[in-house]
């Protein structure tokens, strides 16, 4: 790709210039799309070069490119565009010089995200190769459009409003001289009132101007009593002429808009005398108003609507002097269940309640509220911290009282408004951020937009704008932490682990990029490449005539997504000629969550080709226990907290000794994780647990350090005399010959 890249004058650039030059192209393209694919037609192949922050669906995994590109059509878009999108990524059209005029080809489609609704996506294919080559290679960029549609169908709307005003205007002319209802007046008096008026509206106009009898006859509508005010003022100072639009009563009690206008005439024999007219327009206000709602608002919930939000809140923040003030988002946990579980209606009925406790809370004249879209609301609110918390405790207690059927559980982001000068649209997204940190935590349901995590969302920006080239390169590296046997201090296996050799950070740890890549997906590729990693290692092990021990490597949860896992890792070891037994697959409580009978038919069905699996992290869920019964594990790794207890208190001993009983009842063997001190693992082995992991024995080494360790020092640790005797009295296995050193 890098050499199709070429600059349009100029002499050829250095291979230097190059990389620059493409690492332009790369981060402009990144910042217009959001996924970019390269598909080979010929090969019948596809590869992911860059995922943004998650929206869209992924494409199923495992296929051909033309078996994906029917699935996603399949699956993935709305049906009435399925033949579009097929179309515009069908090899014979793209050949054709005609569907190409542009150098590209590009449709617009409905494409499912990940909450399950459709948005409007731009595919844009570029080809890639060069006529006549015998390849078909083309670059797929896909953009999210769903807001310029939305945009442009304002703008429609707001073009039809204008043409509806220019029409009210010729209305006008013409009714002058027709259908116009006319009455004069001279000094406060009435000199002609048209006979239709009184057989039209309600009042008695035997001798009375028609201003006094709207007002004192409850004709005039009582919100309309304003504009009726004002017009009348300027009338008594002098104008000339003027216009008004209210609401009057008819005689049959029903209200309709009327324009009443009124000119000053000078006549040199009768002198001054006013003209006033009147006109139905009860229709064509109530079309422009509901234009104007259209325009402006959320027709479900009667809030502003995401546009006129960001107008609103601009107005208030950029007169709001010196006041604090916060943008505050905020979302239903688990809406698309309650759809599903409950009906639309329900859903429906939920919002438009939120929008009314919502409406009761701010001040109309100095905040304001829009659903930006589904379940998404935002509030500009006036005043410091304390008065955002209040809003989120009152807001929060409502919607839990609000039905015995389901929980309602709110989440808010919230951002500060540091700099007036800031767009709105800016504020908003700072404090989706912040949301995104604590959605779904059972510990807080708010967080604020601060400097803390402005930093941290920027790191997690420029991991997720390295990780696809760190991949290629080859950055994340293999590191392995011995599991040792407390009794004879033989190292019996190790835990796969990564770090990401940065070539300007240095060395990264995993809590640093892991949770992140989880959160994104990347986990399945980054997973897999360490999987490979490991079987390479265990390979060249085996070519070396050692007999390596059994290395455990992390399974994701979004691995059992995958119809193709199980074949994944046949594949792998079949590869590499591997036994089985000696990749160990570590699962933690995360991954139980999923279907539990997809997960035991998996786990059984790579149980039964030789593959062994432990439980990672035990006892730090509220399941654990039920997971031991149900799940079918080989290996239980306790958690450090069970160390840790069981050394500091006797409630934590009792807990850790009946653990351990329990799982060696259920034939699992039982490694602890994070022992750090020689009383630990005396204190593990008193219990019952003979298998250890932790800093007391080693820290996380590289493999070729490992295989020193492991390899050339016979894998063995010093045994510490006390724990050498407490193994003889349990008749634990003991190592003839201690080290002569502690590693």
């Keep these: 790709m890098k050499q199709r890249i070429q600059t349009s004058t100029g002499p050829a650039l250095s291979p230097a210039a190059d990389e620059v030059e493409l ?75 005609e569907s190409l005029r542009q150098g590209y080809a590009s449709g617009d489609v409905r494409k499912k995200c990940l909450d399950g609704r459709y948005r409007w996506a731009r595919f844009t294919v570029f080809p890639l190769s060069d006529a006549g080559s015998g390849q078909s ?18 703008a429609r709307e707001n073009a039809l409003l204008q043409r509806q005003r220019l029409d009210e205007m010729r209305y006008k002319t013409v009714l002058d001289h027709t259908n116009t209802l006319v009455f004069e007046w001279r000094a406060r008096q009435p000199t002609y009132t048209s006979p239709h008026i009184p057989q039209l509206l309600a009042g008695n106009y035997n001798g009375r101007r028609l201003f006094d009898v709207w007002r004192e006859d409850g004709v005039l509508f009582p919100e309309d009593g304003g504009a009726f005010n004002a017009c009348l003022r300027e009338l008594e100072q002098g104008a000339s002429s003027g216009e008004m639009t209210v609401r009057l009563r008819r005689r049959d009690g029903r209200f309709i808009w009327c324009r009443v206008t009124y000119t000053c005439l000078t006549d040199p024999e009768l002198g001054v005398r006013y003209i006033g007219t009147i006109n139905d327009v009860d229709e064509v206000t ?21 546009q006129t939000f960001f107008e609103k809140a601009g107005e208030l923040i950029r007169r709001s002097g010196d006041r604090p003030r916060h943008i505050v988002r905020f979302d239903v946990a688990g809406f698309k269940g309650i759809n599903e579980m409950f009906g639309l209606e329900e859903g429906d009925r939920l919002l438009r309640a939120i929008a009314h406790l919502v409406r009761e809370q701010i001040d109309k004249q100095r905040e304001t509220f829009a659903r930006l879209s589904g379940d998404v609301f935002v509030a500009c609110l006036e005043g410091g911290r304390e008065r955002v918390r209040r809003f989120v405790d009152w807001l929060s207690l409502q919607l839990r009282e609000y039905t015995q059927s389901y929980r309602v559980m709110l989440f808010f982001g919230i951002c500060p408004v540091e700099k007036r000068k800031t767009p709105v649209h800016v504020l908003c997204d700072w404090a989706h951020l912040a949301l995104k940190t604590v959605k779904g935590s059972d510990l807080t349901n708010y967080a604020f937009y601060d400097g803390e995590l402005r930093a941290r969302l920027l790191d997690e920006n420029n991991i997720k704008d390295q990780m696809h080239e760190a991949l290629e390169k080859g950055q994340f590296v293999l590191y392995l932490q011995p599991k040792v046997e407390i009794s004879t201090g033989r190292i019996v296996g190790a835990e796969a682990l990564a770090r990401w050799r940065h070539p300007t950070d240095g060395l990264i740890l995993p809590g640093r990029f892991v949770p992140l890549f989880e959160r994104n997906g990347f986990i399945v590729r980054f997973d897999e490449y360490i999987w490979e990693e490991t079987c390479k290692m265990l390979r060249l092990w085996l070519d070396k005539g050692y007999r390596p021990t059994p290395v455990s490597i992390n399974v994701s949860r979004m691995h059992f997504n995958d119809d193709n896992f199980c074949d994944k890792l046949l594949r792998l070891t079949g590869k590499y000629n591997l036994p089985r037994h000696l990749l160990e697959l570590e699962l933690t409580e995360s991954a139980f969550f999923e279907s539990e009978k997809t997960l035991i038919r998996v786990m059984k069905e790579l149980q039964e080709q030789g593959f062994v699996f432990s439980m990672d992290d035990f006892g730090t869920g509220y399941s654990s226990l039920s997971t031991l019964r149900s799940l079918p594990f080989n290996i239980v790794k306790l958690d450090r907290t069970f160390i840790s207890d069981g050394t500091d208190n006797e409630r934590g001993q009792i807990v850790a000794r009946n653990t351990i009983t329990m799982a060696r009842q259920l034939r699992m063997k039982i490694i602890a994780e994070g022992v750090e001190t020689l009383e630990q693992a005396h204190f593990l082995l008193s219990i019952g647990c003979n298998y250890a992991q932790g800093y007391y024995y080693s820290r996380p080494v590289d493999p070729a350090e490992f295989e020193v360790l492991s390899f050339v020092q016979e894998k063995a640790f010093w045994v510490d005399p006390g724990i050498r005797s407490e193994a003889r009295r349990l008749n634990l296995p003991l190592a003839p010959v201690s080290p002569v050193r502690e590693y």
Excluded: W
């Excluded at 083309?138 to 939305?150: A, G, N």
């Design 137 to 154: 290679l083309h670059m797929v960029c896909v953009q999210d459009v769903d807001e310029q549609k939305r945009a442009a169908g304002l």
């Design 286 to 306: 109530l079309a422009m108003q509901a234009l104007r709602f259209r325009a402006e608002y959320d027709p479900l919930t009667g809030a502003y609507n995401m």
């Design 23 to 97: 690492a332009r192209y790369t981060c402009v393209l990144r910042s217009i799309f959001d996924e970019i694919f390269e598909a080979d037609f010929t090969a019948d192949t596809y590869r992911l070069i860059h995922m943004g922050d998650v929206l869209f669906c992924p494409p199923p995994p495992g296929m051909g490119l033309a078996d994906t590109l029917q699935a996603i059509a399949r699956t993935l878009i709305e049906p009435e565009h399925q033949g579009t999108f097929l179309r515009l990524l069908n090899p014979a059209a793209l050949r054709d010089e």
